[in-house]
């Protein structure tokens, strides 16, 4: 696995950080989320990935309480490939089968610079991205009712850095009502619930991969049919953001 993260915006981010969040938490605004995740590969990646993925993302955030400005981090996974067939056990155990799955994925994660319209019912943001990008394929093995995994292995993977941007809106469905002495037993951490809308571009840094397809099995061995190229990607999200 050959290593090429670079993080040219990481020391300035963190100093945005620094300088941007007060010292009492009461002043502090912080926001997380999760969203289902639509992966369109962009440019080369696309040459050897012609289908979409599909995952989950997240995110964890903080910022001053009435600010425009939010950092924090992100975190998601992207399936953009897999296929399943039966196996006999083993050779001497010719009559009971096993799955046999192969996924192609990508993990991903980046420090997060936010600017958004902070208060109203309809809050656009648009951000900024540094991290990375972690593409693996692994072949699980489990009976046929998917019930007990017997095996796993990691075939191949590679990591590279990755950055980009990201646009989006947030609608809200939940505000909690001020009381002037609600009762301990009913207060709630959680302020505002949104549904949220983001479109973002990632562009990847160079990486070997394999894609749906790409492992071949010849008389007993294995043979990889290896794929390079950047690794761009274009994602589609949608979810819920809650703010504390």
């Known amino acids: 696995m050959r290593s090429r ?11 945005l950080l620094a300088l941007q969040f ?32 599909f995952g989950l993302s997240g995110f964890l955030a903080l910022g001053p309480k009435n600010g425009f400005a939010l950092f924090g981090g ?3 996974f992207l399936v953009y490939g897999t296929e399943t067939r039966k196996e006999p056990f083993s050779t001497t155990i010719p009559d009971v089968t096993v799955d046999v799955t192969t996924t192609n994925n990508l993990a991903m994660g980046h420090l997060l610079a936010r600017l958004q319209i902070p208060t109203g019912p309809v809050q656009p943001y648009v951000d900024g991205l540094v991290g990375f990008h972690y593409l693996y394929t692994q072949t699980t093995i489990k009976n046929e009712h998917q019930e007990e995994e017997i095996a796993t292995s990691t075939n191949f993977s590679d990591f590279t850095y990755s950055y980009g941007g990201a646009g989006g809106i947030k609608i809200l469905i939940y505000h909690r009502q001020k009381e002037e002495k609600p009762p301990v037993e009913k207060r709630s951490s959680v302020r505002n619930v949104f549904v949220d809308f983001r479109v973002r571009y990632l562009a990847g840094g160079e990486a070997d991969y394999l894609k749906k397809g790409s492992i071949r099995r010849e008389n007993g061995k294995v043979a990889f049919d290896v794929k390079h190229s950047r690794t761009d990607l274009m994602t589609f999200q949608l979810g819920i953001t809650v703010q504390f």
């Open 22 to 53: 007060p010292a009492t938490s009461s002043a502090q605004r912080v926001e997380g989320g999760l969203h289902l995740m639509l992966g369109n590969p962009q440019g080369e990646f696309r040459q050897n990935v012609d289908n979409m993925g």
């Open 74 to 76: 992100e975190f998601g």
């Open 5 to 15: 993260l670079r993080f040219p915006l990481a020391g300035l981010i963190a100093t």
